[in-house]
């Protein structure tokens, strides 16, 4: 009997031919990034927010013209945890391809002991890149319940300076993805276009 193999891929990267529907939303994301803004863009879990995003990072125009980061923090609980992912993306990501005795990065938590500052170095080191950067952070939402303290405010703070940089907020929980980016009271009001 032949063995009959699911056509869909349901996991990892999505190549252009077999990536589906979502030609609005695909550019319209691409459209707010190059344009220079930043963009919050929620859905339940499970829906293709992580595969929209790989889509959009991996069209010809943006990856000629910037570099792209995404980094996952649903399982992190604090600011340290944050910025240690942050961390090893941006140096992942930068890290040149297939060079031997090329000096390597190496960094585990342990090594942040202040996050604030390293926060502030990481983001300094983005706005001054070569070319400009767009940084994707998946199930955003998950910042408020750090302890660290106001954490919407210390983000906000330093992502309202930035000129070389761009960033995705996604999130899974659309009361608080909303709450965080539509409250006059909130850091990140109307500080990110709405997908």
């Known amino acids: 009997m032949k063995t009959i193999h699911n056509p869909f891929i349901t996991r990892g990267y999505i190549p252009d031919e077999c990536f589906c529907g979502r030609v609005s939303e695909t550019q319209r994301l691409a459209k707010s990034l190059m344009n220079g803004n930043d963009v919050v863009l929620f859905s339940p879990r499970r829906m293709g927010k992580t595969g929209l995003i790989t889509h959009v990072f991996e069209r010809e125009e943006i990856k000629r013209s910037y570099y792209t980061f995404f980094v996952d923090i649903l399982h992190t609980t604090s600011l340290r945890e944050f910025t240690f992912f942050l961390v090893k993306e941006v140096f992942r990501a930068l890290q040149p391809a297939g060079k031997k005795g090329q000096p390597s990065f190496g960094v585990s938590l342990g090594d942040i002991q202040r996050p604030e500052f390293t926060l502030e ?62 409250s006059p009271a909130r850091p990140f009001y109307k500080s990110a276009d709405p997908l």
């Open 121 to 182: 170095e990481i983001f300094n080191y983005l706005d001054n890149a070569g070319k400009p950067c767009l940084v994707a952070i998946d199930e955003f939402q998950q910042i408020i319940e750090y302890e660290d303290g106001n954490i919407e405010a210390l983000l906000r703070g330093h992502i309202q300076k930035m000129k070389n940089c761009h960033f995705v907020f996604a999130g899974s929980k659309r009361s608080i993805m909303s709450a965080m980016f539509q």
